[in-house]
């Protein structure tokens, strides 16, 4: 038994070639983007907010979109739900997800494709909750429609097999209620929610929300590498007038805005991506500007601060039934803090040929909990190695299929209370930056965690799952199953006890991919996503959170790219109605 499954410029090149799979017109390699250009927008960050953003904001202006990775439509991989954990797995400098390990010790991953966290994550929807609509200050009827603009092309209702079902029906056995079927909206209790993978399996993207886009309105450049923002002066503000990014080949290209105060530069590179530009820009902490050489344009210490992922523990459950293969369907959204969802399959069970060349050894990929995609709570964190990943990989090769028939149930925090801190690494903006995020550091994340494993072991025990667990292994022994394949690094001793799971929840935590933070509200940005202290330029993606919408952010960050291109489009068009008037 075993723990892993655990653009370019339309009518200016006449000559580009539009990409693969996809037809738009207005996609091309940044290779082929002229010397020198100007537009309205300029979009930095083809992502989950960039692409909704920047297809609004074409229907009236000409926007460019800068996307350093390449298209989600040439990459199988990313469409396919069955290689959900080829892609994480993939380490390559091509490769859509770019890996990173937090100071931590977590292994984790950030996207570099056109489409962004979409093409990477599980593929879960579910909107942002009342509450949290009301406390950012949103319009909760705009709000709602861009949701809805959003769900028609991206978003489906997930047929549940019978794991997912009985997951289903024992959080509404133990208690973690009402029955609140299937939807999007974010409810106490237990629910079905959307995902972004179609009945065949195939993912929808952001990406596919550039199908709003106006094909005469919009630029989008794959492979295009921003390293810095542009600034002139207005007195003694700082305004953003352009960026310089470079292609495929190393050439140097420049975008600046035209002429016009209500022309912007928005960064939506992701909460990794955000700060460490604006950083290499000149905006952040002075002192660790200057200790890189950087001339500093705005001294502000917010930015890279408030970084935060929401931890996830799972617990396997071997099966004495076949179960299907499924990604995140279900969720108990519970009131205690902690969310639990499941994901379940025999094909994490599939072989794959090896590089060795000799065609006889073999590797299995175990979906959302693969070590090869770096989930490896065998280990403490820090001891989560390449070379610990490669033992991993060789001692799940030799385990019976059999024993590998089962499902994990996860619990993740909400929030979190935890926060952390991204940092420079140096002055490439193709590396990751350093980010620490500090995982339970407050006592209620901890907290949280031990009452989402106890959750998970109620449901595991239920009548309406028992079907899918062995009636007489007991839950201290599923634990250490969990945590000690393949080899005995960590046991729990204890039992079920509070302590016993405490450690359980430090030594095991993962990512789920919701970090957030770094250009937070109030921090670094106004409540309109303006940069403070700079005119033109402002940050729209997850870096501006202070804590991760709903269950799982995709959606959200989906819809904030929709509403902000509404409301810029709104508010721009009432002050030139002004001063026409005028």
Same mark, same amino acid.
């Given at each position: 038994?075993?723990?892993?499954? %655990?653009?370019?410029?339309?009518?200016?090149?006449?000559?580009?070639?539009? %990409?693969?799979?996809?037809?738009?017109?207005?996609?091309?390699?940044?290779?082929?983007?002229?010397?020198?250009?100007?537009?309205?927008?300029?979009?930095? #960050? &083809?992502?989950?907010?960039? +692409?909704?953003?920047? !297809?609004?904001?074409?229907?009236?202006?000409?926007?460019?979109?800068?996307? *350093?990775?390449?298209?989600?439509? =040439?990459?199988?991989?990313?469409?396919?739900?069955?290689?959900?954990?080829?892609?994480?797995?993939?380490?390559?400098?091509?490769? $859509?997800?770019?890996?990173?390990?937090?100071?931590?010790?977590?292994?984790?991953? *950030?996207?570099?494709?056109?489409?962004?966290?979409?093409?990477?994550?599980?593929?879960?929807?579910?909107?942002?909750?009342?509450?949290?609509?009301?406390?950012?200050?949103?319009?909760?009827?705009?709000?709602?429609?861009?949701?809805?603009?959003?769900?028609?092309?991206?978003?489906? /209702?997930?047929?549940?097999?019978?794991?997912?079902?009985?997951?289903? *029906?024992?959080?509404?056995?133990?208690?973690?209620?009402?029955?609140?079927?299937?939807?999007?909206?974010?409810?106490?209790?237990?629910?079905?929610? @959307?995902?972004?993978?179609?009945?065949?399996?195939?993912?929808?993207?952001?990406?596919?929300?550039?199908?709003?886009?106006?094909?005469?309105?919009?630029?989008?450049?794959?492979?295009?590498?921003?390293?810095?923002?542009?600034?002139?002066?207005? &007195?003694?503000?700082?305004?953003?007038?352009?960026?310089?990014?470079?292609?495929?080949?190393?050439?140097?290209?420049?975008?600046?805005?035209? /002429?016009?105060?209500?022309?912007?530069?928005?960064?939506? !590179?992701?909460?990794?991506?955000?700060?460490?530009?604006?950083?290499?820009? #000149?905006?952040?902490?002075?002192?660790?500007?200057?200790?890189?050489?950087?001339?500093?344009?705005?001294?502000?210490? #917010?930015?890279?601060?408030?970084?935060?992922?929401?931890?996830?523990? !799972?617990?396997?459950?071997?099966?004495?039934?076949?179960?299907?293969?499924?990604?995140?369907?279900?969720?108990?959204?519970?009131?205690?803090?902690?969310?639990?969802?499941?994901?379940?399959?025999?094909?994490?069970?599939?072989?794959?040929?090896?590089?060795?060349?000799?065609?006889?050894? /073999?590797?299995?990929?175990? #979906?959302?909990?693969?070590?090869?995609?770096?989930?490896?709570?065998?280990?403490?964190?820090?001891?989560?190695?390449?070379?610990?990943?490669?033992?991993?990989?060789?001692?799940?090769?030799?385990?019976?299929?059999? %024993?590998?028939?089962? @499902?994990?149930?996860?619990?993740?925090?909400?929030?979190? /209370?935890?926060?952390?801190?991204?940092?420079?690494?140096?002055?490439?903006?193709?590396?990751?930056?350093?980010?620490?995020?500090?995982?339970? %550091?407050?006592?209620?994340?901890?907290?949280?965690?031990?009452?989402?494993?106890?959750?998970?072991?109620?449901?595991?025990?239920?009548?309406?799952?028992?079907?899918?667990?062995?009636?007489?292994?007991?839950?201290?022994?599923?634990?250490?199953?969990?945590?000690?394949?393949?080899?005995?690094?960590?046991?729990?001793?204890?039992?079920?006890?509070?302590?016993?799971?405490?450690?359980? +929840?430090?030594?095991?935590?993962?990512?789920?991919?919701?970090?957030?933070?770094?250009?937070?509200? @109030?921090?670094?940005? =106004? *409540?309109?996503?303006?940069?403070?202290?700079?005119?033109?330029?402002?940050?729209?993606?997850?870096?501006?959170?202070?804590?991760? $919408?709903?269950?799982?952010?995709?959606?959200?960050?989906?819809?904030?790219?929709?509403?902000?291109?509404?409301?810029?489009?709104?508010?721009?068009?009432?002050?030139?109605?002004?001063?026409?008037?005028?």
């Amino acid at each position: 038994m075993a723990f892993f499954i %655990a653009t370019m410029l339309l009518g200016l090149l006449s000559v580009s070639q539009p %990409a693969r799979g996809v037809n738009y017109t207005f996609m091309r390699e940044a290779m082929h983007a002229p010397p020198v250009t100007y537009y309205d927008y300029i979009v930095i #960050g &083809g992502g989950t907010a960039g +692409c909704p953003l920047a !297809a609004t904001l074409s229907r009236r202006y000409r926007v460019l979109l800068l996307e *350093r990775g390449g298209s989600p439509y =040439d990459d199988d991989r990313v469409l396919n739900m069955a290689h959900f954990s080829d892609v994480l797995s993939d380490t390559s400098a091509s490769s $859509p997800s770019q890996r990173f390990v937090s100071e931590d010790g977590v292994i984790n991953s *950030r996207p570099r494709v056109l489409g962004g966290g979409s093409c990477l994550n599980a593929g879960f929807f579910t909107r942002a909750g009342v509450g949290y609509t009301r406390a950012v200050g949103w319009d909760a009827s705009e709000v709602l429609s861009a949701y809805r603009w959003v769900e028609d092309v991206v978003a489906f /209702q997930p047929e549940l097999g019978p794991w997912q079902a009985a997951v289903r *029906r024992g959080l509404l056995e133990t208690g973690v209620v009402p029955d609140n079927g299937f939807t999007y909206d974010h409810i106490p209790g237990t629910k079905v929610g @959307g995902s972004i993978f179609d009945p065949d399996g195939r993912r929808h993207t952001a990406a596919d929300l550039l199908q709003y886009a106006r094909p005469e309105g919009i630029d989008v450049l794959l492979r295009a590498r921003v390293a810095r923002i542009l600034f002139s002066y207005k &007195g003694t503000k700082p305004v953003a007038r352009g960026v310089v990014y470079r292609d495929s080949l190393g050439i140097v290209h420049v975008a600046y805005l035209n /002429q016009g105060d209500a022309n912007e530069i928005i960064l939506s !590179a992701g909460a990794l991506g955000s700060p460490q530009l604006l950083m290499l820009s #000149g905006v952040g902490p002075s002192d660790h500007l200057r200790s890189f050489g950087l001339d500093v344009v705005v001294d502000n210490p #917010g930015v890279g601060q408030g970084m935060s992922d929401n931890p996830m523990n !799972a617990i396997y459950v071997p099966s004495p039934s076949p179960v299907e293969v499924s990604l995140i369907q279900v969720v108990g959204i519970t009131r205690f803090g902690s969310y639990i969802e499941g994901a379940s399959g025999s094909d994490w069970t599939t072989r794959t040929a090896s590089s060795s060349g000799d065609g006889a050894r /073999q590797a299995r990929v175990f #979906g959302m909990f693969s070590p090869q995609t770096g989930q490896l709570p065998t280990v403490p964190p820090k001891q989560r190695t390449p070379e610990a990943i490669a033992r991993a990989v060789e001692a799940m090769s030799q385990v019976p299929d059999a %024993a590998l028939r089962g @499902g994990f149930i996860l619990e993740k925090v909400l929030g979190p /209370q935890s926060t952390g801190s991204l940092a420079l690494r140096n002055l490439d903006p193709d590396d990751n930056p350093i980010v620490q995020f500090n995982y339970f %550091a407050h006592p209620d994340d901890l907290r949280r965690c031990v009452a989402g494993i106890e959750a998970i072991e109620r449901v595991i025990r239920s009548r309406s799952f028992s079907r899918f667990a062995y009636p007489n292994f007991a839950f201290p022994a599923m634990l250490n199953v969990t945590a000690e394949f393949p080899a005995n690094l960590m046991r729990v001793r204890g039992g079920s006890d509070p302590a016993a799971l405490e450690r359980f +929840c430090r030594d095991t935590v993962m990512t789920i991919w919701h970090y957030h933070g770094g250009c937070q509200v @109030g921090r670094v940005v =106004d *409540r309109d996503y303006r940069v403070l202290g700079i005119d033109a330029l402002r940050v729209i993606d997850g870096s501006t959170f202070n804590a991760s $919408p709903g269950t799982n952010p995709q959606a959200t960050v989906m819809m904030l790219g929709r509403y902000m291109g509404v409301k810029i489009e709104k508010e721009r068009t009432l002050i030139e109605g002004g001063a026409r008037k005028l």
